[in-house]
């Protein structure tokens, strides 16, 4: 058995949470590599839900969970997620959970300076406000305060006098007030008992984990094309989250990814702004986002929706060299007569079967569509393909055919066992 990575396939909240929580009961170890707390993974186990942003899904199973090195961690947040699922009965403790001493940390400075750029801004990203770009930009900056500095006060209180060298000019163009430097050094100080016990070195860890024949799963937040480099820029997020950066992000080397699984949800959404070829203003739009309950587990914001698009999964397959995908909320798509799956785009005079890469003409697209035949039957709760209806098998296998890979599993339903399994990527 080899290790496996789970990334999405679309613009994140393809319902990776629920996959990954399943697949953690064959996993020894699960890895979070990049991104921050601005996304969200829900687990539903019976009648219990778990809304976790930073924690690695693998706590809930209780297995070993790892927050690498790729990750911003913001530590007064994954204090608050610590405590609030120990609230729900699981006890997160150093045994349980692995922090990377060397991750950058999220501090309020880059919360202050996110939430003003963003209310600044004439064209917005659509941020969380939760400080995770200007983190990453203080950690490619050199700039960064990490976690192992929290163990060396005098240290770290040059760091600080140096962060904010480089902050107080963006503060004060911001019209923010200047930054309390001894406060920080405080909140740090007061802080750093309860977070450095997690601390250690989590590539010696996941090396040493895998040479004694451990299973690895890697788990990916947001989605691929919310990449920064390979995704609609600058409407992006501001980490990879190719399945590429899962050797950067955990220190484990790139022979450890194994099965990449990509998680694609049946239709596409999105949240925030930036382009979207196939987003629907009509009635089939509404009925995706209600039926389906598109709203983001961080923020709570409405998602867009529209028709499945596979030209967008077809380059992610090819930029993740997915191995198989993972095909959720098939049932929401029970009762519509059509659908329409994108097969590819014109603009202008021209068809183009990839997204080309400049903002203005990702904006300018249409998109060209086959229809199918829908199904009236439901596909809520199915275990096995004897359960679907006709349709949806024809829908599913062309789906396969227009992305250029198979499907490994297929979701009906939010609840952790609704899930039909054609191929077991730990087996593989």
């Known amino acids: 058995m080899g290790n496996v990575t789970v990334i999405g396939a679309q613009w994140g909240d393809e319902g990776k949470g629920k996959l990954v929580d399943w697949l953690s009961n064959r996993a020894d170890v699960v890895v979070r590599f990049q991104g921050g707390h601005n996304a969200g993974h829900t687990l539903v186990v019976g009648d219990q839900v778990y809304k976790l942003s930073l924690l690695p899904s693998g706590v809930v199973q209780g297995k070993l969970s790892v927050i690498g090195n790729g990750v911003v961690v913001d530590p007064w947040h994954l204090l608050e997620e610590i405590a609030k699922i120990g609230a729900q009965g699981i006890n997160i403790t150093p045994d349980l959970l692995v922090l990377a001493d060397n991750a950058a940390l999220i501090l309020p400075l880059h919360r202050d300076l996110d939430q003003a750029r963003e209310k600044a801004a004439v064209n917005k990203i659509g941020t969380t406000g939760r400080g995770i770009g200007p983190a990453y930009e ?44 001894a406060g920080l050094l405080a909140e740090l100080g007061a802080m750093a008992p309860k977070i450095l016990p997690f601390a250690r070195p989590a590539w010696r860890l996941l090396d040493q984990a895998v040479k004694s024949g451990k299973r690895v799963l890697f788990e990916g937040a947001q989605g691929a094309l919310l990449d920064v480099d390979h995704g609609t820029y600058p409407y992006v997020t501001s ?9 950067a992000g955990s220190g484990l080397g ?175």
């Open 138 to 181: 203080d950690k490619v900056g050199r700039r960064a305060i990490r976690v192992g500095d929290l163990a060396d006060r005098e240290a770290l209180e040059a760091k600080i006098d140096r962060l904010l060298a480089h902050h107080g000019p963006l503060r004060r163009g911001l019209g923010l007030p200047e930054f309390d430097a």
């Open 239 to 247: 980490s990879n989250t190719v399945a590429g950066q899962a050797a």
């Open 254 to 428: 790139p022979k450890g990814a194994g099965f990449v699984l990509g998680i694609v949800k049946a239709y596409t959404t999105r949240v925030g702004e930036g382009p979207f070829p196939t987003e629907l203003f009509d009635d089939i739009g509404q009925h995706l986002g209600t039926v389906g309950r598109e709203f983001g587990v961080v923020t709570g914001r409405p998602r867009r929706c529209g028709w499945f698009d596979a030209v967008l999964v077809r380059q992610s397959v090819a930029l993740n060299g997915i191995d198989g995908i993972a095909l959720t909320k098939l049932d929401i798509l029970d009762g519509l007569p059509t659908l329409k799956i994108c097969v590819g785009y014109r603009l202008g005079d021209q068809t183009f079967d990839y997204l080309p890469a400049g903002l203005k003409a990702q904006s300018a697209l249409t998109p060209i569509y086959e229809e199918m035949e829908g199904w009236s039957e439901s596909t809520a709760g199915a275990t096995s393909w004897k359960d679907l209806p006709a349709n949806a098998v024809k829908y599913v296998r062309r789906v396969e055919e227009l992305i250029g890979a198979p499907a490994a599993m297929v979701s009906t339903s939010p609840q952790r066992d609704d899930t039909i399994m054609v191929r077991d990527p730990f087996q593989d």
